[in-house]
Structures are given as structure tokens and as C-alpha cells.
């Protein structure tokens, strides 16, 4: 049910606030009530107070009163005289001359004179005595109506009052306010009006006892009550609105910064660590929002980690996958070889190095890393190596190293692998994954060599040493294509060694084989790097001369043919030498030829002519104009 924060809010806030709210409400209201009832009956005792001590007062203005009237001359002779109409009219004039409200004389029992509002009360009672001591009757005064006494009541007190002699109203300052009894303390109603009572017994006029009450009116306290709930009720009211403000507002920044981890949690499921949460003054929040912060970092980091190592692996793959491809090329794969390695064993830089023929003194081939920083490093662990023929590990000034031979399968040490770094000693994980790779790498190196062997003798010339048929078309091919592109001449030279059979037929087929090879060593020495002299069957040798003319092949070819003639060929299981001559056919692209076939025949030609006008001679091809002209014919 309260799954949600915001409603785990609400019911925390009621819980707090509201509820404890509603308890204040109630007990406050009931405290009030209580109060204003109590300060109600306070007003109500005080009024009584107060209108006892006024009755007294209007009782001691009667009995002032009666003692003037007592010694009033004319009321004295009348009362002598026992005229009760001559009393009447004295009691009458006082009346009216002092502002009395009642005066009644009473004597032997019986009242002969009576003069005012029979509604006076608070009289005074006075008794008159004859000259000679005795009693002639009572006299009896009051100065105030009960009508007027409430009204000085209310005016005095500002409560209402009443009056009742035996049981009835006399006066009151609440009309309608009916014959019912008065209570000493407690509530009366009149109408639909409620008042709160409190009444004491006083002396009416003479005799007659009376009730007086003070009434307070209590829908004034009513009124007073619902004031003070209605403040109350505006005080709880502004204090539940502010609670709740700041509960809102309290809220608000709660779910705001909830709201911020929320969305930076997004965030990082989405792999973005780029935003951090924010993070404000120092209080658990600030600190999640650290935590967080930290763990997202810490995050990124692993990934980067990941990121990195997969980046490792996929070069790795790569490197593989280079490997297949170009494990016939031995310098490339001893690039890769050197560069996984240093990879592999995290150190600061490696390189191989190998000998060109066995024997020769190592160069480095490939490198990886800044190896000039190990320099001392791997050159020691490379000596070391080599002296014992086999895989070496050194360590020395802060530098590690390790070192591991490749060879020709017979043991003999073609080349090393090395790899150095700064700082820690290889682990021997490291070293045998170095030593596994640099292994698998000897293999290969092996391969290769044995590849090259083949491609070699796949196109060279078993006898001579020199290219074989297949090759030599192939470079003829090659070399027309770039002269033709290059604009660029091309000269051939062929050769046929001069009455060979007789040499096989005199000295037998091995002698023949010796000539052939010294002949051919003669064509080799002559030639250029880049030419490329060729056995082109039995004992006919050619070389083609890239940016050669039909000049440049005829003075090659003459050289050549010098030192044929020069040469003084052993002879076999016996004594003296053998000496030979050969016969030479020169021709040229473009001058005597524009393609492949041309180019040899018109050198063949060129070297029948040679032949035919006497042997040991070199011939030049026609040129091409003019060997077009029998066609023409
Ligand atoms: P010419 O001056 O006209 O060239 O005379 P020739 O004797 O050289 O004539 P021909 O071309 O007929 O003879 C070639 C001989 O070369 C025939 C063959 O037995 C011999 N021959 C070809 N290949 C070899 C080889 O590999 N070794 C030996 N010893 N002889 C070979
Ligand atoms: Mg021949
Ligand atoms: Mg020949």
C-alpha cells in the first residue's frame, strides 16, 4: 500500500502532524470550554459580590433615611397626633422631597400608613419612640425599586439581575424571565436563552424576605468559547498549513535529491559516467551522493579496464590473424612476434635479431617499444642467451629481461627474441608465456625458412644456380610490362655455348656439367644486382637487362663472351684445362622488338647468325623497321 516514498511521506507527515494535531484540537477546545465556563461562574460570583455589597449600600441610604425622617418635626407632630391621614401627607411629601422610593408605618400590628412603589426594597426598619420612652411603631424605609437595583446592578457589574418576593418576579433586567425559582448556583433559562445564576437572600421591604440573582448571560460566553476555538482553530490551522509547507518543501528535496541519485543510477546503466551526481553541504545525502559518485567511478574504471583488455585481445586476433597471412615473410613475423611479446609480458620494449647466413653476426630486424632504453639490459640477456644456447633471464640495474634463440633445427642460433622492463622481475607466468610465444615463433621462423628454400629451388636452377626456364620467362614478362610502362628500354642476351656436344662427347656429360657452371658463374659475375641471368635451356644461358639498349646488351654480351674465352675450365680426373667459347644473340625493346616473343626470337635469330658466321661472336638483332620489310615484300 505504501510502496511508493511520496506515500511513506504522507503517512509519516499524518502521523506526526496531523494525528498529534487532532489530539491538541480536541483537548485544546475542551480547555477552552472549561475556562471560559469557569471564568463565567468567576464573573457570575464576583457580579454576586458586588451586588451584595450594593444591596447593603441602598440598605444603609433606607436606614440614613429613616433616621432623618424619624426626626422630621412635622412627622413627629403628626405621628403625635395619630392622624393617619396627617402622617399620609408627611410621608408622602418626604417621599417626593427626599427621593425615597417607600414609607410604611407600622404600629401595633397594623400598617396605617404606606406610601410609594410597592416594588421598594432594601428598606430600612427604624422604630419610633414617644417622648416618654414609649413605643409608638415602626418605621420603614427604602431609597431604591428592585427594578432600579437591577439596573444599578447591571450598570455596576454589567451582569444582569433579578429580583423575586415570594416567588414572583418583581423586577428583572431580562424581560420574560418568568416566576421560576432562582438557584443559589446553576443555570436558568429564559426563552431560548441560557445564563449562568447565582442568587442570595436579602430583606425586602419590612419583613418580607427576597431572592436576588446575578444572571450572566452565556451565549456571551458561547460567543467567548467559539472566539477563543476560532483563534485556536487559526492558530492550528496556520501551524497544520506551515507543517505541512515545510513538510511539501521537505518532501520536494527529498524526492528531488532521490530523484538526481535516480536519474544518475539511469545514467550508469546506460554507460554514461559523465555526469556525477551532485553532491551539496555534508549530510548523508551528500555522502550517498559521494558513494556513489565513488562507485561509478570505480565503475568506470573496470570498464575501462575491460575496454582495454578487449582492445588487447582484438589486437591480439589481429596480430593472429597477420600471422596467417604473412608467415612466409620472416621479418614480418618477427615484427609480430616482438610486438605480442612485449605485449604479452607488459614490458617496456623487445626486438629480434638474426643472422643473414649462419655464421654471420646478428642484426636486429624487428623492434617494439623504445629499445635504446634497455639497450645494456638486452644485450646482456642476449649474450647470455647466446652463450648457453638456450632461453635467459637477467636483472640488473632495475631492468628485467628475457631472451629466448631461435635456430636452424640442428641447434645452431639464427636469431634472438628479447623483451626488458623497468622495475619488477618477470613473473613465471610471464616468462613462460614469453618463452612459449618466442617457441611457437622458432617454429615459424623454420617454416618460413624452409618455404624460401623451396620457393627458391621451385625457381632456380639446380645445375648453375642460376634462374630456370620458368623463371626467366616470368622476369621477361615482368620486365616488358614496367619498360613498356616506364617508356624505358629492355635488352636480352642470349647465349649458346659453342660445340658443347663435343665437349660432353669428349670428355663425358660431368666434364659438360662443369663447363655449364663456370660458364654460368661468368654470366652471374657480369650481370648487375638487378638483372637476372637464367638457364633458358640445355646449354643456351640468357639475361635480360632492364633500362638497356641494343648497345648496352651487345657490350654485356661481348664482356661476357671475353670472358668465356678466358676461362680455363679444370679438367676432370686429369690433366690441363678445357676452354670454350660461346656464341651471343643480342636484341632490344624497343629497337628490335616491341613484346616478349619478338623479343626472344630476334635475339634467337641474332644468335643463329652468330653461328653461322663462325661462332664466338655476338650478333645483334634486326631492327625492328627493317625485319618488317620482307613482309612487305
Ligand atoms: P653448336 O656450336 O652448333 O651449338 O654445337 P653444339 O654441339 O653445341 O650443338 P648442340 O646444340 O646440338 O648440342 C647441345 C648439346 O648439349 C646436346 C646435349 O647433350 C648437351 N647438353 C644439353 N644439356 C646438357 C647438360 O645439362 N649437361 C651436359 N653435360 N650436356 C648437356
Ligand atoms: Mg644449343
Ligand atoms: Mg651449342
Redesign the pocket.
Known sequence: MFRSFRSRLTLFFVAIVIVPMLVVTVALFRLISDNEHGQADARVAQGQTAAIGLYRREVERAGVAAARIARDPAMSAALRTGNERRVQTQASRLLRAQRLRRIAVVSRGRTFVDVGSPDATASAVRTLVESGGGEIGQLRVSTVTGTEYTRLVRRVTGLDAAVQRGGRTIASTVPGIGNDPLPRVGTLHVDDTEFRAASFSARGFGDQPVRVAVLYDTEAVSADISDGRRLAAIILVVFVALAFGFALLVSRSLQAQIGRFLAGARRLAGGDFSTPVPTQGNDEFAELGQEFNTMAGQLESRLEDLRRERARLQESVRRIGETAASNLDRDALLEIVVRTAVDAVSAGAGRATAREVPGAPLKQRAAAGHVRSFHEAIRGVEALSLESGGPAESERDGHAALAHPFGAGDGTVLGLISVAREGAAFSADERDLFHYLAGQASVSIENVDLHELVQRQAVTDE?TGLFNHRRFQEVVTAEIERARRFEQPLGLVIL?????????DTYG?????L??QEVGRVLKDSSREIDEPARYG??ELAVALPQTDLDGAHLLAERVRTAIAALEIPRLGGEGVIKVTA?FGVAAVPETASGKEDLIASADAALYRA?HAG?NRTERAEPAARKAAPAIE
Not at 649458346?496 to 660432353?504: E, G, R, Y
Open positions: 645445375l649458346d655455348i659453342d660445340d658443347f656436344k663435343l665437349v660432353n656429360h660431368q666434364q659438360g656439367d663447363v655449364l640445355g646449354e656464341s653461328k661462332k
